[in-house]
């Protein structure tokens, strides 16, 4: 049972450059969230999916764009990157988007842009 | 004012200490509380849910004070496998919003030493 899986570990973008992290989980949870984390910032909310169908903006959605392509998988597209948006990623998911279950992360993706 | 605060410490006690760690939330019709702990550049796991009559598990013992509004987890005979960033964790209501969703705080960080 891999829980939830996100691709790719690693990378490294030029300004200007676009790519999208994808991420998958495999427990049937309906929703699914992406956070992004700073030094001394702690996570901080870009998007979520309360459920499959639906999505909404976090507390940091400028720059970012997000798909809920199935139940399944979760994607975040930078469209054009920025060096403020190196930072670690991490997707999570939860049974419900009530806020009241624990969230399940993957092992992050980490980005770098130059 | 963040909706939730964490001393970041960092703590610094030797194995077998007991460590206290406490968080105080903004939002009084919070509903779910949660314990989740961080490995360096690793993911948040969740370590403990977080229950009005207080829980423990094992070493570990969490309390919730709803009229002070905060949360404490306690951490007896610290090993050095303990050592990790600790993180508080709400569940929210939106203004506006029928879903709540999770605020992280920014996290304690806990060093055991032999």
């Known amino acids: 049972n891999a829980g939830v899986t996100q691709t790719p570990k690693f990378q490294v973008l030029k300004t200007g450059q676009s790519m999208t992290l994808q991420c998958a989980q495999d427990m049937n949870h309906n929703s699914m969230y992406w956070y992004r984390q700073d030094p001394g910032m702690g996570l901080r909310l870009i998007y979520y999916?309360?459920?499959?169908?639906?999505?909404d903006k976090g507390e940091v959605p400028n720059g970012y764009n997000v798909s809920r392509l199935n139940k399944r998988e979760f994607s975040l597209r930078l469209e054009s990157a920025a060096p403020s948006q190196t930072s670690v990623y991490f997707c999570a998911s939860s049974e419900k988007g009530s806020g009241n279950q624990p969230q399940h992360f993957g092992d992050g993706t980490r980005l770098s842009i130059l | 004012r963040k909706e939730v605060e964490q001393d970041p410490g960092p703590f610094n006690v030797p194995e077998g200490a007991t460590v206290a760690f406490n968080c105080t939330y903004s939002?009084?019709?919070?509903?779910?509380f949660f314990w989740y702990r961080q490995d360096c550049r690793k993911e948040p796991k969740l370590l403990m849910s977080?229950?009005?009559s207080g829980n423990e598990d094992g070493r570990f013992t969490a309390q919730l004070n709803r009229a002070s509004q905060y949360i404490s987890l306690l951490i007896r005979d610290s090993k050095l496998s303990d050592s990790a960033t600790y993180l508080c964790?709400?569940?929210?209501?939106?203004?506006?919003?029928?879903?709540?969703?999770?605020?992280f705080g920014r996290g304690t960080q806990l060093t055991v030493w032999p």
């Open positions: 999916s309360a459920s499959e169908g639906t999505t």
């Open positions: 964790v709400v569940n929210i209501r939106d203004r506006g919003s029928t879903l709540g969703r999770l605020y």
């Open positions: 977080v229950y009005s």
């Open positions: 939002n009084s019709a919070s509903q779910s």
